[in-house]
């Protein structure tokens, strides 16, 4: 059972141009959600997070958009730089309770020079 | 911001032996730390919440017996891979929170080879 998804395994972006990295959830129970950033043989690096009661949240070239209705968020990265290049996980957990963050199967981003 | 390490990054024993895993929060005190599991391009994987001063809470599928974790003080929380076989080969990463609701912050993971 497939909590959180990243249904694009990879994505390809030229330097300079936007990336956008998708998410989707099933449980309606999460109202915080996290991304992310993975290097091999490294620990996943915080990136960014957003709320349930937000539809966005900016912090330098990242912005996360949450769609509730949808049970959709995506996160933007503009510009896109070379060293952007990893896997990108999309996290969800409730802010009550046990706040177990449960992960998607990661995007790997490639920036192309 | 806050760190947490992990400690070996990388190591290789033989079958039938244990191999312990330290996960420590360098610059806050952590009542829960977490504990992850990662196969060749999959996803994180919880195994278990460690609660100081308590027993582990495992995730349904994962051996308590198997997967031992100690979290003895506020800083430190270990997971002993006991009787480890191939199939335990595995990037194994901890987490915890600074702060109540606030982002997980992970360690760098421990690369599980068992030959």
């Known amino acids: 059972d497939q909590q959180v998804k990243q249904n694009s395994p990879s994505l390809s972006v030229q330097e300079g141009r936007i990336s956008i990295l998708n998410c989707d959830y099933t449980n309606s129970m999460f109202d915080y959600f996290l991304w992310y950033k993975k290097y091999p043989a490294e620990g996943p690096t915080f990136l960014i997070s957003i709320s349930s009661i937000k539809d966005k949240n900016e912090d330098g070239r990242f912005t996360v958009f949450l769609n509730k209705s949808a049970k959709h968020l995506s996160l933007h990265i503009v510009p896109s730089q070379p060293g952007d290049s990893a896997v990108y996980f999309c996290a969800a957990n409730e802010i009550q309770g046990a706040q177990k963050l449960v992960f998607g199967q990661g995007t790997r981003l490639t920036i192309n020079p | 911001g806050a760190v947490v390490s992990q400690h070996p990054s990388r190591v290789i024993c033989k079958s039938g032996t244990s191999v312990k895993i330290e996960c420590r929060s360098l610059d806050f005190q952590a009542t829960t730390m977490f504990w992850y599991r990662q196969f060749p391009k999959k996803s994180l994987m919880l195994m278990a919440t460690?609660?100081?001063?308590?027993?582990?809470?495992?995730e349904q599928g994962v051996e308590k017996d198997k997967f031992l974790i100690n979290h003895a003080s506020l800083t430190l929380s270990t997971l002993t891979v006991t009787s480890a076989h191939p199939e335990d080969s595995s990037f194994y990463i901890c987490?915890?929170?600074?702060?109540?609701?606030?982002?997980?912050?992970f360690g760098n993971g421990t690369r599980l080879t068992v030959t």
């Open positions: 987490s915890a929170r600074s702060l109540p609701g606030s982002p997980l912050h």
């Open positions: 460690s609660n100081e001063g308590s027993k582990a809470t495992y």
